[in-house]
């Protein structure tokens, strides 16, 4: 016991240290949230991608509203955010008062009680208008009926194509495509000068395993049953792996373990790549002239299936307040305030409107400027995050909510290894068959973690 | 130790005569050893507090069942974290890994450095410039290097290497997924080449110019000369070089991470560390993985490289 106390306090000790060290010199000093007074200081814990500096570059909007509130910002990586927040709340620090956590952990901090639950203060305030927030978004983030969290933004995956080469080749992309048919494109399209079909294939379990597990997903596979046993192994799974590994090694871009979305979508852009299928984001990127080659020349599509109706994924950055802020109601305030209709039109009226955090709210698919600096891709993204299903993605009913990951602690350890084995199957090193038997015996153990 | 014999004699401090004469030099004898003592204290206090502390903590956290999402479940499991390094399926395949890509890098970055450090040890024009530029990559922060491998030069499209190749009427490489271990070894080659060549360049200018000139009177070829004045005269160089070089790319992590995250045989000891301490968020296990490396490392550094030395070691010199 003692041990224990002393192993945790120094854990603690450390953990803190490196919190302060990295506020102070994240944001130069000023980590304190002054209770004292009615004044008060929120720390504000985010990813640093470009929708949260937007975010913070509007925050003086929100402190003008609301006199004696201050917001400060410390920017990191998601690999530290999760070491600093997860430090922050075990050791009871109470240094972040408004911290942004993926879909993926919302989940499984709200079940541990990390997480305030903000159902009240949400469905309380009519103007907030909890019911506009996308259904799917909102089970992701939800545990039994608490909601954990508010989405800043969103998406889902689909399939990007080029058509000036589809119509070259004679060929049609239908809204609903199915894998056989985009298989089958993909090796038409398939030349020296462009690849058919940009698949990610960097081992990560947020890299290759993203497009991957729907792909499993829409193929009848899935990671676990509803008892906790794996799947990996499974006929479906196998078969939904060796398609995607036989697509790459058939159609796919050259050197497929170097990519992930970055080096796909500097392909797309670049025109060597026929078809994409990835987050939806990207349609935002691929229509942006600056950047783009092939803007204006891209249809969009749902993710394509083969044995279920949808396969689309559902990702979505949030605001949570910490169980541990000592500011939890000036806290909840500012979560609200960014993710509210007025903030979209805040973002849209100051930054532009191409700028407005996507996939959050049905509500910014109505605002006209919206949908006309976004009419490419919005209404593919409604479409889609409106259609796909977290609570049962696969052919059968599943023990966690979520699509593309499973919402064990447990998970980015499996997703990455089985990654790394199937990245060894895309060279050709080893067999599918083989890199899943030994990743079925991986799965299985973090399985067996979830059934005591 | 090796290390020790590389540092040139210093001229010490006269050691005071053995045969102590009265009472009175041996209290001042005795007096003066308590000052030294003393003196040295605080760099010793300051050097232990920041290198034997951290490991220290690092050996008990790796006695710990400690899973950073699982907070409310930490408790000490003794060695159960050892057995698992040592009987899980990770541990082997990494140490070959490491083994593998640690030794040809060295090898290949030694061999390259003597070789510009030959090319550099004579006078030219601009040889200042080539200098500096050949120690360049040396001064390129590793993940820059990494990076800059991976989308200029080994890109399978746009990169120069394909680009080469494709010129020479050889079709592009797919380096990430069909040549992981080369391509990390190319990296650290040429990421540690300079610092090789630094170090034998210092070594072949402190050569004594008179001998060599004595050797090409006495009839002896270059190559002759080469192989049998140069190369022992670098042996001290070559082994403080390898011993550094090692314990530098036993740590390499960057082009891994950036580039082959860990596949197709290139999951090193580090790697694999922290793959179990930030995504396996197992702090005990990162830290059990860790104090094994160590010890390897440890090792390696003064076993493997003191016998291996023997192959330089022309017959009674040491």
């Known amino acids: 016991m003692l041990v224990k106390k002393r192993a945790l306090l120094v854990g603690a000790g450390l953990a803190i240290t490196a919190i302060v060290l990295s506020g102070c010199s994240g944001a130069g000093g000023g980590a304190g949230a002054g209770a004292a007074g009615k004044d008060v200081t929120l720390t504000l814990a985010t990813v640093n991608n470009p929708q949260m500096k937007d975010m913070e570059s509007l925050k003086g909007t929100f402190e003008k509203d609301n006199p004696g509130i201050k917001v400060n910002f410390v920017q990191m990586e998601e690999g530290d955010l999760r070491a600093a927040v997860t430090a922050d709340v075990a050791s009871g620090a109470g240094q972040y008062d408004v911290v942004t956590v993926g879909a993926y952990e919302v989940p499984q901090w709200g079940a541990q009680g990390w997480l305030k639950d903000l159902t009240p203060a949400l469905t309380s305030d009519a103007a907030y208008d909890v019911g506009d927030i996308l259904p799917p978004v909102k089970t992701a983030l939800s545990v039994d009926g608490k909601q954990y969290a508010v989405p800043f933004y969103g998406e889902s995956s689909i399939l990007m194509y080029n058509k000036e080469m589809f119509a070259a080749a004679g060929l049609t992309m239908s809204n609903n495509p199915t894998w056989q048919e985009v298989a089958a494109a993909a090796k038409t399209l398939n030349t020296p000068e462009h690849a058919g079909i940009c698949l990610r294939g960097k081992p990560g379990w947020g890299d290759l395993f993203a497009p991957l597990t729907t792909v499993v997903q829409t193929f009848g596979g899935a990671w676990y049953d509803n008892n906790w046993k794996a799947q990996v192994n499974s006929p479906a799974f196998t078969e939904g792996v060796n398609f995607y590994v036989d697509l790459l090694k058939t159609a796919g871009e050259k050197d497929p373990v170097s990519n992930s979305f970055t080096e796909c979508l500097n392909q797309l852009s670049a025109g060597k790549v026929a078809m994409w299928y990835d987050a939806s984001v990207a349609a935002s990127i691929l229509e942006d002239p600056t950047t783009s080659k092939v803007a204006g020349k891209m249809g969009y599509v749902h993710a394509p299936v083969y044995k279920t109706k949808e396969s689309g994924w559902l990702w979505s950055w949030n605001l949570a307040v910490p169980a541990t802020s000592k500011n939890a109601d000036a806290a909840v305030k500012f979560a609200k305030w960014a993710t509210s209709k007025e903030y979209q039109q805040l973002v849209g009226t100051t930054l532009g409107w191409t700028r407005v955090p996507p996939g959050a709210r049905t509500s910014t698919y109505s605002i006209p400027e919206y949908k006309k600096a976004a009419a490419a891709f919005a209404p593919i993204t409604l479409e889609v995050m409106n259609a796909v299903n977290p609570v049962q993605p696969g052919l059968n009913p599943q023990p966690w909510v979520g699509i593309q990951y499973v919402t064990i602690p447990e998970f980015q350890d499996v997703g990455n290894q089985v990654a790394q084995l199937v990245a060894d199957a895309i060279a050709g090193r080893t067999t599918v068959e083989e890199a899943l038997a030994k990743g079925q015996v991986i799965a299985q153990a973090a399985g067996d973690k979830q059934k005591k | ?318």
């Open chain 2, 1 to 318: 130790m090796t290390t020790a014999s590389f540092a040139p004699d210093q001229e010490r401090t006269p050691v005071p005569p053995a045969e102590p004469e009265g009472t009175a030099t041996r209290l001042a004898l005795k007096k003066r050893g308590r000052q030294a003592r003393a003196l040295v204290m605080p760099a010793l206090i300051f050097s232990i507090v920041l290198t034997q502390v951290p490991f220290l903590v690092t050996i008990a956290f790796s006695m710990l069942q400690w899973n950073q999402l699982r907070p409310s479940e930490i408790k000490f499991n003794w060695f159960e974290n050892y057995s698992v390094v040592f009987t899980g399926p990770d541990f082997l395949p990494s140490l070959m890994s490491t083994v593998i890509i640690t030794g040809s890098s060295v090898v290949l970055s030694l061999l390259l450095g003597l070789f510009f450090a030959v090319l550099l040890d004579r006078k030219f024009l601009g040889r200042g410039l080539a200098r500096t530029l050949m120690i360049t990559p040396f001064l390129v922060m590793p993940a820059a290097a990494a990076l800059l491998w991976k989308w200029s030069m080994l890109d399978v499209n746009v990169g120069m290497v394909n680009w080469a190749l494709n010129l020479l009427g050889l079709p592009a490489v797919a380096w990430n997924t069909d040549l992981p271990v080369v391509t990390i070894v190319i990296l650290l080659t040429w990421q540690y080449t300079p610092f090789m060549m630094l170090i034998l360049l210092a070594g072949l200018q402190s050569q004594s110019r008179e001998v060599l000139e004595a050797a090409s009177v006495d009839g002896a070829g270059p190559w002759r000369t080469f192989q049998w004045m140069t190369l022992p005269h670098l042996r001290q160089y070559i082994e403080i070089s390898t011993l550094l070089g090692t314990i530098m790319m036993l740590q390499a992590f960057d082009p891994i991470a950036i580039m082959t995250k860990g596949t197709g045989g290139t999951k090193t000891l580090s790697y694999l560390l922290y793959e179990r301490a930030f995504i396996g968020l197992d702090v005990g296990q990162a830290a059990a993985f860790g104090v094994v490396t160590v010890i390897i490392t440890i090792a390696v550094a003064s076993i493997a490289l003191r016998t291996l030395f023997k192959v330089f070691i022309n017959g009674g010199e040491r």
